[in-house]
């Protein structure tokens, strides 16, 4: 097939602006459904609003694949200063904090490095500790979780987090490390406050208070939701492409930007090309596959598991791309997991015109379902964007009640949706011969993954 690449992609573009459904999708997602934390009823609902899409866009296989999330529940909550038991305390649990009931000296151990913990190690054991979850300036960068693990050698028994932007906001954060097995482990219960709260508790812990950490919580199985859809290629058929986001959230979150953003681009990609198909007989060369994971938010069970049930028989993909928190600023190009695509991918970017560019992530990066994939020996990445250079500070309010529509700019999902649709397409015309052979090896990827824990993931 010979695409007249000028035609194809001034009409994807001009579609993706002009006749949109993006602004639909991403309301209906978060005000008509609204928190879709995986597991619950609602997000059930968006998994069957997704299909019911797919399948009016005119996808093949179009469905829902079921499977079980180790689920986790908080039913109450509460930071108590002893003496001070009237006050109200902005209080949120970490995700898949375990219960704890626990009253102990509070003390304030500032980024909790080892020069401010020397001091103070005689208060340590059996205290409840105030921590700053971000990097201390200037030192050498030490995860959260990586400084909570060596408290708990310390005895301490539970942490409080203060998040670091003003107005009284907290937001749920999963502090396991999710290269580790069990991605759920934390070293102690941990619950977050707000900044003018932890400015208070670390007030008070100058003077000697003693605090009482309060959760319950429990964990469960429940079942989850995978979405599926395709687009068949007309000439390499059996040749694949993978466009993925998940489309849960948090417990409390109606999920704007993290990550209704992401899976109306994807459906907006699959309308796309689907029509361009249909419409003007401008198939992909190879076939697109598009999926939207639920659970993400709870260590990436639904990629994990899409993984899982995929590709043990089905051939690897020659690329995925993953979609996340597209609302935080405009697209700059891609960033892969891998390196061996780098050239094929700029030269299809240089292509289009737009000025992207392809980059190479240093380490493994296991914030996102691309992970998953990335552990297979599949090549994969995701787009260079906000959490590289200049994100849009009203959108940052991800894994609370203020992820809203209002902080989304569906201009900026329009312009998404092209683009990715042109990305699909282009590189689905690459002639095979043309693709560098996978020579990924799992082994020595699980080995990298193994010897970078703890490490800071670099992102510029």
Same mark, same amino acid.
């Given at each position: 097939m010979v695409v007249e690449w000028l035609s194809a992609e001034r009409w994807l573009m001009g579609s993706a602006s002009v006749d949109s459904l993006a602004g639909k999708h991403i309301n209906t997602l978060c005000d008509t459904i609204g928190v879709r934390w995986g597991?619950?009823?609602?997000? !059930?609902?968006?998994?069957?609003? *997704? !299909?019911? %899409?797919?399948?009016?866009?005119?996808?093949v296989n179009s469905g829902i694949e079921d499977f079980d999330v180790d689920t986790w529940e908080s039913t109450a909550s509460s930071i108590t200063i002893q003496g001070e038991e009237d006050r109200s305390i902005d209080v949120r649990p970490s995700l898949f904090c375990p219960p704890v009931d626990v009253t102990a000296?509070? *003390? =304030?151990?500032?980024?909790?490095? %080892?020069?401010? &913990?020397?001091? $103070? #190690?005689?208060? #340590?054991?059996?205290?409840?500790? #105030?921590? @700053?979850? @971000?990097?201390?300036?200037?030192?050498?960068?030490e995860t959260l979780t990586f400084r909570l693990e060596h408290l708990a050698t310390l005895g301490v028994v539970a942490a409080i987090t203060p998040y670091a932007a003003g107005g009284h906001r907290t937001a749920h954060a999963h502090l396991g490390d999710w290269r580790d097995a069990d991605p759920h482990k934390t070293a102690m219960p941990i619950v977050h406050t707000s900044r003018e709260d932890g400015a208070l508790l670390g007030r008070r812990a100058a003077n000697g208070a003693t605090v009482t950490v309060r959760v319950e919580s429990s964990r469960f199985p429940k079942p989850s939701t995978n979405v599926v859809g395709e687009i068949r290629g007309d000439v390499w058929p059996d040749e694949w492409i993978v466009l993925t986001s998940h489309h849960d959230t948090t417990v409390d979150s109606p999920g704007a930007n993290d990550n209704a953003s992401g899976t109306t681009v994807v459906m907006e990609a699959a309308r796309l090309l689907a029509r361009l198909k249909k419409e003007h007989g401008i198939s992909p060369g190879?076939?697109?596959?598009?999926?939207?994971?639920?659970?993400?938010? %709870?260590? &990436?069970?639904?990629?994990?598991?899409?993984?899982?049930?995929?590709?043990? =028989?089905?051939? $690897?993909?020659?690329? +995925? *791309?993953? +979609? =996340?928190? #597209?609302?935080?600023g405009s697209m700059k190009g891609v960033a892969l997991q891998f390196p061996e695509l780098r050239p094929l991918i700029q030269r299809e970017l240089d292509a289009m015109g737009e000025g992207l560019k392809c980059h190479v992530m240093a380490d493994m990066d296991s914030s996102g379902d691309m992970y998953p994939f990335a552990l297979k020996g599949i090549p994969s990445g995701m787009l260079w964007r906000w959490r590289f250079v200049g994100g849009h500070p009203d959108a940052a309010f991800g894994h609370s009640a203020n992820d809203t529509v209002d902080k989304v700019r569906i201009r900026e999902l329009k312009e998404y949706s092209g683009f990715l649709s042109r990305i699909l397409l282009r590189t689905s015309h690459v002639m095979p011969e043309d693709w560098p052979e996978n020579k990924l090896d799992v082994a020595e990827i699980k080995a990298k993954t193994a010897s970078e824990r703890g490490s800071v993931v670099r992102t510029m």
């Open positions: 597991g619950s009823e609602n997000e !059930r609902r968006a998994a069957e609003y *997704i !299909r019911g %899409q797919f399948e009016e866009f005119g996808l000296p509070l *003390i =304030d151990v500032g980024f909790g490095m %080892q020069h401010e &913990l020397e001091p $103070l #190690l005689s208060k #340590l054991n059996g205290a409840v500790v #105030l921590i @700053a979850g @971000a990097y201390e300036p200037f030192s050498p960068p190879r076939s697109i596959r598009f999926v939207t994971f639920g659970s993400e938010e %709870q260590a &990436l069970q639904g990629s994990t598991r899409y993984v899982e049930r995929h590709y043990g =028989d089905e051939p $690897l993909p020659r690329l +995925l *791309i993953n +979609l =996340d928190e #597209l609302a935080k």
